[in-house]
């Protein structure tokens, strides 16, 4: 089980490094992937396909950031926001924002594994913590 | 003034709105005191990450697409989907002389109910070892005050000395002897006011052993006024493996601190087959490729950077450390005793037939060695036992061959009935360190004879006699070999009298 896990793996490592055109994820390639998949039914599709979804859903949690807010927030900050990440990651990042009143006030923005705190209920939490 | 004031304000907006960059992930699956963990993109090796609850973790795995870390607390809060941070930082612990007298876990914390620890500094639990140039040859004694090794199997400050035997062999009991011993040296040097007296600290890491078992050697600590100058790790069989694999490195951590300020410290680790053992529990679970017994690649190296850390330092202090190794059947050749007796200068082996002989320490005299220790004895030592070790071998083969007949000539009888009483002489009950001036005068009086006219199964009595006429009668003589550090004609002039003076009133 483990091994057929781990050939699996290496697998959907190896369709999502096709899946890419100019180094950025193609839609048309990952529906290419997907018709490969379905024709040619490789052992333990299943396992593929998730560890496949799995590196597919973060690298476009790479490209996208999530703004939450507590308040109001302006057109004019979410543009600063969008230019300030596009220059910091070096791509184009595709920015939603989204409510969030347990907040309290401030704002968080995610994109990928980075979280940039700068709300009220995050630094209460780093303070507790170091407390 | 209103200028000011805007300006002032817009500080504290700029400091307020201050965004702080974490780097996440989340738990994808967590079980036997592992968590798998996708994300954590910048994660480093070995760095510390925050898991809900104020569970702390390590990233000991870096993966392609995920992240193995080991939970260094309560597993049972923690499940699939949760949040992980990445802290930036390396596991550190507490330390200092705030921790003397006290009982910790490996991350540092009070175990013993005495209230918090109010420690200036940490450390980081995982440290490159002193390069070459940073140190010094080991010159400086360290007695256990165990006759049979101050005389035999000298170690010095700064030395690996390891303690190898099999279980009920009596491993602890030399380390905690020799912990007692420098409380006891350190007790009697920081009163006498001189300067440049150095006192040895001790801190003793209990990996994996029975909470029973710490509890008896704290109460043996305490009983004999050690504590005071002892921090003790413990890291219990109950202990998740996480922390019987750190416990070590955190010991070495606060052993460290006294040897970069200038101090002399003692480290025991008790033992260090547990702690390959836990090693290994969490490579599996990591599914790193086993090796030889199971044991990960790197299990030499869990070992060799561990006990590298343990050096004397030019300018600075020394940290001396005695691994134990706990042996099955005497079987050295095992892999990890081997491993540990390749990386030490040196070790104690201890046998289970002196043992049940009554032969306790049951030190093995033919198969114990210390590589470095000798420069470290003083003169004292080496004028009175110098030749112990090629009498104790040669008895060891006389009394081999004097088994298969009777028919000996004088002076074969005569090198047997010496070993004989060598060997009893070296019996010594267990928490009860002999000074190192006692073991000189006991030594000189064996040299000179004095204990071949004595019963050889009255050897004991004997010698027990004339450590309690020296320490109670010749205080002023003891001290003087304490301080000159050498046996000249005067004082072996001033021994011999002594000697007598005892011959005269000891009476078998």
């Given at each position: 089980m483990a091994a057929h896990s781990k050939s699996a793996q290496h697998l959907a490592r190896q369709l999502f490094r096709l899946s890419f055109e100019q180094d950025a994820l193609s839609a048309e390639r990952v529906g290419g992937v997907l018709a490969w998949v379905e024709k040619?039914?490789?052992?333990n599709p299943v396992i593929v396909l998730k560890a496949y979804r799995r590196l597919v859903e973060a690298e476009v949690a790479r490209s996208r950031a999530l703004v939450e807010h507590a308040g109001a927030v302006s057109e004019d900050i979410l543009g600063a926001i969008g230019a300030a990440l596009n220059r910091k990651y070096g791509r184009n990042i595709g920015l939603s924002a989204q409510a969030n009143p347990a907040l309290l006030a401030g704002l968080r923005v995610r994109v990928g594994d980075d979280v940039y705190e700068s709300s009220v209920s995050g630094q209460l939490a780093a303070l507790a913590a170091s407390v | 003034m209103s200028t000011v004031l805007e300006q002032i304000e817009q500080q504290i907006a700029k400091l307020t709105t201050q965004a702080v960059k974490k780097n996440t992930g989340s738990i994808r699956a967590v079980a036997d005191g592992v968590a798998k963990i996708d994300g954590l993109s910048d994660v480093m090796y070995n760095e510390m990450v925050q898991f809900p609850g104020n569970v702390i973790g390590i990233a000991l795995n870096l993966e392609e697409d995920e992240v193995g870390c080991v939970v260094l607390?309560?597993?049972?809060q923690l499940k699939e989907g949760d949040e992980v941070t990445t802290t930036g930082k390396l596991l550190s612990v507490p330390v200092g002389?705030?921790?003397?007298?006290r009982a910790v876990d490996a991350l540092g914390?009070?175990?013993?109910?005495?209230?918090p620890i109010d420690a200036k500094e940490t450390y980081p639990v995982e440290k490159i070892a002193p390069g070459i140039v940073a140190r010094k040859s080991v010159s400086q004694p360290l007695f256990t005050g165990i006759m049979a090794i101050d005389s035999m199997i000298p170690i010095g400050r700064g030395q690996r000395e390891l303690i190898i035997g099999d279980r009920g062999t009596g491993k602890t009991t030399i380390a905690i002897d020799t912990i007692i011993n420098q409380a006891k040296i350190n007790k009697v040097g920081l009163a006498s006011g001189n300067k440049d007296f150095r006192p040895v600290y001790s801190i003793y890491v209990a990996v994996g052993q029975k909470n029973s078992n710490i509890v008896r050697t704290i109460a043996a600590l305490e009983a004999a006024g050690a504590l005071e100058f002892t921090i003790i790790v413990a890291a219990p069989a109950a202990d998740n493996p996480a922390n019987q694999y750190l416990a070590p490195y955190s010991g070495a951590a606060m052993g460290e601190w006294f040897m970069e300020n200038g101090l002399d410290a003692l480290i025991v680790y008790d033992d260090l087959s547990k702690h390959a053992v836990a090693y290994r529990q969490i490579s599996l679970i990591l599914k790193r490729p086993s090796g030889r017994e199971a044991y990960p690649g790197d299990v030499f190296y869990l070992h060799s950077r561990l006990l590298e850390r343990s050096a004397r330092l030019d300018g600075k202090g020394s940290l001396t450390a005695l691994p134990i190794i706990e042996t099955l059947a005497g079987d050295v050749s095992a892999y990890i005793p081997t491993n540990v007796i390749s990386i030490t200068d040196g070790q104690i082996f201890l046998e289970t037939d002196l043992f049940n002989q009554?032969?306790?320490?049951?030190?093995?005299v033919g198969l114990s060695v210390s590589r470095v220790g000798s420069a470290a004895q003083i003169k004292a030592t080496k004028q009175v036992g110098g030749k112990l070790k090629g009498e104790l071998a040669q008895f060891r083969e006389l009394a081999a061959f004097a088994q298969f007949g009777s028919d000996l000539d004088a002076k074969t009888k005569a090198q047997l009935e010496r070993g004989a009483r060598i060997v009893e002489l070296f019996k010594q009950p267990a928490f009860n360190p002999i000074p190192i001036e006692v073991q000189v005068a006991v030594l000189f009086a064996m040299q000179k004879g004095?204990?071949?006219?004595?019963?050889v199964k009255k050897v004991v009595d004997a010698a027990s006699s004339l450590k309690t006429f020296f320490t109670t009668r010749q205080d002023a003589l003891l001290t003087e070999i304490r301080t000159k550090a050498a046996l000249d004609k005067d004082l072996e002039a001033k021994l011999q009298a002594a000697c007598e003076s005892w011959k005269s009133s000891y009476s078998a």
């Open positions: 040619h039914r490789p052992a | 607390g309560d597993v049972s002389k705030a921790l003397l007298g914390r009070p175990v013993d109910g005495k209230g009554g032969i306790r320490p049951a030190v093995s004095f204990f071949d006219p004595v019963d």
